[in-house]
């Protein structure tokens, strides 16, 4: 602390080398939570000090660094380069697990494409909200196919490039019917409680890859 | 009481002055450790010459002061008191081989260790506060910027979740008609609470036929049904300590009794 | 928001050049009060930089200048440089007025640690009030260490970031004169003569040797 204050007679009778002026803008600039006029500046500085000057000069070193010494109104800040404004937001990335209402609706797209919201919601015998739908186009995941030839000419849906890209399917032909699902023993880990597997599934199997081919078809 | 004047006459001017500004100013000292630092000063050599014998006497001088003045003095300025009495006396008696314990010396070393050791620490703590600091000679940036949170969420589905929740959808009318059929079937539930209410009377060995419900015995599809239950109901009663089974050999009846 | 994610996509591929680096490493410094580590640098600077590397040559360029990068503990700040203190009353805090106990109590924390409350007060002479302690870790100069592996596992205290950079130390090893303290043996946990070494008290004086090791050295 003793120093400066040395430093500061010093400077009653000699004006501080510019150099020196160029390092107490920047401290000052720094340290500052305002921008900082160059009166101020002057008014904290020594005696004797060309604030203007010291600026120019400390504007020139900033240059292309990154941060700035920027001008607001007759004040003066440093001030991140623009171009690195993108430091200043952290990103987190949170992977989460899709919705099961989002994951039935679009393994109905899968299967059954192309599909309409009414037929959807006849498969899954719940009404499809409107943010599932669109958080599986947001995805990129389902599109909008053809519009169907029934009255009304609903607009159907289809999966997407990106979709068979992430499940690692060529086709989206090459998804397991129900009856290989039920091989590889994925359809018993989930009999509705309290029901027991019986005989009748097999008739259901023939149905659907009868249904899907066809709507494979095209 | 003579002993003391006879101290009293071996403190100089200059001593007396001191610990009477030490008694006035006992409220600010930080315990006995500090009056002895204190006190040490006025030895005017390195804390390592230091004369332990000489503090002690001073200490001692000074609680007396204390004493004569009426002032109360706490607890732990009176044991350290009696404490450089009796290392006193360890100091200027031959040392006796039969005494157990450590040397008056031995003390006297670890009390100058311990003097030393806290003006050292005051040292620091003046050192430490007379450096640079931060918001009084150093500063910080004063316009700082707030990094701002993205939070980005993806989504993600493996290719079971997919096929589950396709199988899930379909199997729900698939099993429609099976719920109907609960009437067939005897759950391990009821098996529990039927066995419950018997087993109090099961002493003896008993085939685990005769504990199947009533009426489930003929219809094959119900037997099958009811022994299933009633079998995994059996075992579990035994885990839970209330039954014991037995089979003596392959396809033999099963039988239980109560666990005593 | 565009361009900074495609920016971020190409450095998968190719890092920035150093003197881009460089420039980041300046402007996530200047806008923030706290100190910085190497791994929040990295995580907020596109992929494959190396921000030790960066902080190197940051450091020397602003050597001599008004603000200058210091090192703190394993993170990295800018501050104004200490003889143009006198610039910045203004900005000056004024820092709660510590008693001397406290002052102390810091001191032989700084000095001893990792450091029980009963280590302090045999330092001390006197009990260690409450008030102290609270007021050293409501400042943050202060925290829990590891308990001590002697009988009543107590808490030991060790210093902090805060302190460091507070105190401008880039670590607890600078500690002004700790060196000659250690080798004059003051830093030493002598127990009185007389008092019985139990099977406890040899445990402790290795783990505290181990533990003040651990903690002095990088």
Same mark, same amino acid.
């Given at each position: 602390?003793?120093?400066?204050?040395?430093?500061?007679?010093?400077?009653? /009778?000699?004006?501080?080398?510019?150099?020196?002026?160029?390092?107490?803008?920047?401290?000052?600039?720094f340290?500052?939570?305002e921008p900082?006029?160059?009166?101020e500046?002057?008014?904290?500085?020594?005696?004797g000090?060309?604030?203007?000057?010291?600026?120019?000069?400390?504007?020139?070193?900033?240059?292309?660094?990154?941060?700035?010494?920027?001008?607001?109104?007759d004040?003066?800040?440093?001030?991140?380069?623009?171009?690195?404004? /993108?430091?200043?937001?952290?990103?987190?990335?949170?992977?989460?697990?899709?919705?099961?209402?989002?994951?039935?609706?679009?393994?109905?797209?899968?299967?059954?494409?192309?599909?309409?919201?009414?037929?959807?919601?006849?498969?899954r015998?719940v009404?499809?909200?409107?943010?599932?739908?669109?958080?599986?186009?947001?995805?990129?995941?389902?599109? /909008?196919?053809?519009?169907?030839?029934?009255?009304?000419?609903?607009?159907?849906?289809?999966?997407?490039?990106?979709?068979?890209d992430?499940?690692?399917?060529?086709?989206?032909?090459?998804?397991?019917?129900?009856?290989?699902?039920?091989?590889?023993?994925?359809?018993?880990?989930?009999?509705?409680?309290g029901?027991?597997?019986?005989?009748?599934?097999?008739?259901?199997?023939?149905?659907?890859?009868?249904?899907?081919?066809?709507?494979f078809?095209? | 009481?003579?002993? %003391?004047?006879?101290?009293?006459?071996?403190?100089?001017?200059?001593?007396?002055?001191?610990?009477?500004?030490?008694i006035?100013?006992?409220?600010?000292?930080?315990?006995?450790?500090?009056?002895?630092?204190?006190l040490?000063?006025?030895?005017?050599?390195?804390?390592?010459?230091?004369?332990?014998?000489?503090?002690?006497?001073?200490?001692?001088?000074?609680?007396?002061?204390?004493?004569?003045?009426?002032?109360?003095?706490?607890?732990d300025?009176?044991?350290?008191?009696?404490?450089?009495?009796?290392?006193?006396?360890?100091?200027?008696?031959?040392?006796?081989?039969?005494?157990?314990?450590?040397?008056?010396?031995?003390?006297?070393?670890?009390?100058?260790?311990?003097?030393?050791?806290?003006?050292?620490?005051?040292?620091?703590?003046?050192?430490?506060?007379?450096?640079?600091?931060?918001?009084?000679?150093?500063?910080?940036?004063?316009?700082?910027e707030?990094?701002?949170?993205?939070?980005?969420?993806?989504?993600?589905?493996?290719?079971?979740?997919?096929?589950?929740? !396709?199988?899930?959808?379909?199997?729900r009318?698939?099993?429609?008609?099976f719920?109907?059929?609960?009437?067939?079937?005897?759950?391990?539930?009821?098996?529990?609470?039927?066995?419950?209410?018997?087993?109090? !009377?099961a002493?003896?060995?008993?085939?685990?036929?005769?504990?199947?419900?009533?009426?489930?015995?003929? %219809?094959?599809?119900?037997?099958?049904?009811?022994?299933?239950?009633?079998?995994?109901?059996?075992l579990?009663?035994?885990?839970?300590?209330?039954?014991?089974?037995?089979?003596?050999?392959?396809?033999?009846?099963?039988?239980?009794?109560?666990?005593?």
């Amino acid at each position: 602390m003793s120093e400066p204050v040395e430093k500061k007679e010093e400077s009653l /009778f000699e004006a501080a080398p510019m150099g020196e002026q160029e390092r107490m803008i920047e401290a000052v600039l720094f340290a500052s939570a305002e921008p900082v006029t160059v009166r101020e500046l002057e008014a904290r500085m020594p005696h004797g000090c060309d604030a203007a000057e010291a600026l120019v000069h400390v504007r020139k070193l900033y240059e292309g660094r990154g941060v700035n010494l920027a001008k607001i109104g007759d004040a003066w800040a440093m001030r991140t380069a623009p171009d690195l404004g /993108f430091l200043m937001q952290k990103e987190t990335v949170e992977t989460r697990k899709l919705s099961r209402a989002a994951i039935e609706t679009l393994a109905i797209i899968a299967y059954h494409q192309p599909v309409t919201r009414a037929e959807i919601e006849e498969i899954r015998g719940v009404s499809v909200s409107r943010g599932t739908v669109d958080q599986l186009l947001e995805m990129e995941w389902i599109r /909008f196919g053809r519009r169907k030839m029934t009255p009304g000419r609903p607009v159907t849906f289809v999966v997407t490039q990106n979709f068979l890209d992430h499940f690692g399917l060529e086709n989206a032909r090459d998804l397991p019917g129900l009856k290989e699902l039920r091989s590889t023993g994925l359809l018993e880990n989930r009999p509705p409680p309290g029901s027991v597997p019986g005989p009748g599934d097999v008739d259901e199997d023939d149905e659907r890859n009868e249904g899907q081919s066809e709507l494979f078809e095209d | 009481m003579s002993e %003391d004047l006879f101290e009293e006459d071996r403190i100089s001017v200059a001593e007396r002055v001191a610990a009477e500004a030490l008694i006035i100013d006992v409220d600010g000292f930080e315990g006995p450790l500090d009056v002895l630092l204190t006190l040490s000063r006025t030895q005017k050599v390195d804390l390592r010459q230091i004369s332990i014998l000489e503090l002690a006497h001073q200490y001692l001088a000074f609680v007396e002061k204390v004493k004569v003045l009426r002032l109360e003095l706490a607890a732990d300025y009176l044991v350290m008191a009696a404490w450089l009495a009796f290392l006193k006396s360890r100091l200027l008696l031959p040392p006796d081989p039969t005494e157990e314990g450590p040397s008056g010396a031995e003390l006297a070393a670890h009390l100058a260790f311990q003097l030393e050791r806290l003006q050292a620490m005051r040292d620091c703590a003046a050192r430490l506060m007379g450096r640079d600091q931060l918001g009084r000679d150093f500063f910080a940036r004063g316009q700082i910027e707030v990094v701002e949170r993205v939070k980005k969420v993806t989504y993600t589905a493996s290719l079971l979740d997919l096929m589950q929740g !396709y199988a899930r959808i379909r199997t729900r009318d698939d099993f429609r008609p099976f719920i109907l059929d609960r009437e067939s079937v005897f759950t391990m539930e009821q098996a529990l609470e039927r066995m419950r209410g018997l087993i109090g !009377y099961a002493g003896d060995w008993t085939d685990i036929v005769s504990y199947l419900p009533e009426g489930w015995e003929n %219809d094959p599809v119900k037997r099958r049904s009811a022994t299933a239950a009633t079998f995994a109901a059996s075992l579990e009663l035994v885990k839970e300590g209330h039954l014991e089974i037995r089979q003596t050999e392959s396809f033999a009846p099963i039988q239980l009794r109560k666990r005593t």
